[in-house]
């Protein structure tokens, strides 16, 4: 791969800035899982405190903290409303099946937004013939979506649907950072919503590891067990706690710059046949007609020309904004990518 090269593919490719490497070499740390490691110990309490929850537990991924809040939240058999495209539901290899017995109900939203009557309308009397539903899922920023961020109002409502139906909620909060920062709605007042939240440090806080899961002290202990138990037990781990405790301080006002030059992004691949979603915060796509070349093709002439996207889809790509790319990466891709659309170079 060209070193060189704009990689605009996902916000998990930053590489730990120097003050992050600082930072991991002089960490303090100790065995996690007899509970002595001081780092991971004050991200875990820092981060409990932040989201206004009893506890909170330091996980390897995004997906290790999702799944263990799926299991701690239901028992097997078990029936979990959650979006079709979410990252659970579409992401995990249907690890809440393999490794909790639980079945899913997708429902279809809008920009993330599950719709309420759609949910109601999947609930059942209790009756021997038919699963329990007892969970439901919720992500915010929401990926597939286009990194759109589920209003704070919709988050509520579904709290209370949930509450009033005696379902747990979950939210997947990897980047509800970048929602805290596009809307200035505290993550404390996003993580009211659910019981559980988890929220990643390895994409826009720019970590090379990790993500946490808050919830009630009930619940993180039973994760902890859960974690040791699937292999994710982690020893000296403050090296890494060190490097997200370093993106809290530093790493999370700057994400209004990844918001604003996703907008750039989306301006500037304004060309005949394409269509951009406008981004709400760091992520663009963009749908190409039937008179543009292909997502595939199109990634493949953007990497000739030093500029890494994905194909999100057969006329879909994908591009977002993030802790290691700068205006001049940005203005790059927009002239490979315009060279490419606007010439027509490849018909
Ligand atoms: C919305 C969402 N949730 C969860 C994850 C999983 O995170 P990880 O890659 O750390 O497992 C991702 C990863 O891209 C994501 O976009």
């Not at 969970?135 to 759109?148: P, S, Y």
């Amino acid at each position: 791969m060209n070193p060189s090269a704009v990689d605009l593919r996902s916000d998990t490719v930053t590489k730990p800035t120097a003050a992050m490497r600082a930072a991991m070499a002089q960490a303090e740390v100790g065995d996690d899982v007899f509970g002595d490691d001081p780092t991971v110990i004050a991200l875990e309490a820092r981060m409990a405190k932040l989201a206004g929850k009893e506890a909170a537990l330091y996980v390897p991924s995004g997906t290790m903290g999702n799944q263990l809040a799926v299991n701690v939240l239901t028992r097997p058999a078990d029936e979990v409303l959650l979006e079709s495209q979410s990252h659970i539901y579409y992401y995990e290899q249907g690890g809440m099946a393999a490794t909790s017995g639980l079945l899913a109900h997708p429902v279809h939203g809008e920009r993330g937004v599950l719709p309420l009557d759609t949910l109601i309308a999947a609930l059942r009397d209790p009756d021997d013939h038919v699963a329990r539903v007892t969970l439901v899922c919720a992500e915010n920023t929401h990926n597939r979506a286009g990194g759109a961020v589920v209003p704070l109002a919709k988050l509520q409502e579904l709290a209370r649907m949930a509450r009033a139906h005696g379902l747990k909620l979950h939210l997947d909060g990897a980047r509800l950072w970048n929602a805290h920062v596009a809307t200035g709605v505290s993550i404390a007042d996003y993580a009211a919503c659910a019981d559980t939240v988890m929220m990643c440090f390895s994409k826009g806080l720019g970590a090379p590891v990790g993500s946490i899961l808050v919830g009630n002290a009930e619940h993180v202990r039973a994760a902890r067990r859960v974690r040791k138990r699937w292999g994710g037990g982690m020893r000296q781990a403050g090296i890494l706690a060190a490097a997200c405790l370093h993106a809290l301080d530093h790493h999370i006002t700057r994400l209004a710059d990844d918001h604003a030059r996703a907008k750039r992004l989306a301006e500037g691949f304004q060309v005949p046949g394409a269509t951009v979603i406008a981004p709400d915060t760091n992520i663009v796509f963009v749908d190409l007609a039937a008179s543009l070349p292909d997502a595939k093709t199109l990634v493949a002439e953007l990497e000739k020309r030093g500029v890494r996207m994905s194909a999100y889809g057969p006329r879909r790509v994908r591009a977002i904004a993030h802790l290691d790319v700068d205006d001049q990466g940005i203005e790059r891709a927009i002239a490979a990518f315009r060279e490419i659309l606007t010439a027509n170079a490849l018909r």
